[in-house]
Nanobody
Framework: QVQLVESGGGLVQCGGSLRLSCAAS????????MGWYRQAPGKQRELVAT???????HYADSVKGRFTISRDSAKNTVYLQMNSLKPEDTAVYYC?????????WGQGTQVTVSS
């Protein structure tokens, strides 16, 4: 079992910044890639960013140039730095760690951007 605990969400004004953290614990030996997803009310969950064990990153077009995903392997933690936030970034943000055949998810953290 793998446990993922997110933190860092909150209410921020348009143009502001937040940094999300996701701490992984448990049987993490087989965890390499990790990512962030988000789900806005009435919408499907969507990919935000991923990072491989080697540090390669991938971003959704909607966040490129504004969000940065990073990891601290020593702390088993993945971060999502979010800058220039927009009201459309409002969503519950989830940390994800695939470990075939299981995909682990955190409980989510709410990010609300006011206009």
């Amino acid at each position: 079992q793998v446990q993922l605990v997110e933190s860092g969400g909150g209410l921020v004004q348009c143009g502001g910044s937040l940094r999300l953290s996701c701490a992984a614990s448990g049987n993490i030996r087989n965890i390499n890639d990790m990512g962030w997803y988000r789900q806005a009310p009435g919408k499907q969950r969507e990919l935000v960013a991923t990072i491989t064990g080697g540090g390669n990153t991938h971003y959704a077009d909607s966040v490129k140039g504004r969000f940065t995903i990073s990891r601290d392997s020593a702390k088993n933690t993945v971060y999502l730095q979010m800058n220039s936030l927009k009201p459309e970034d409002t969503a519950v943000y989830y940390c994800n760690a695939p470990s075939w055949p299981i995909s682990y998810w955190g409980q989510g953290t709410q990010v609300t951007v006011s206009s």
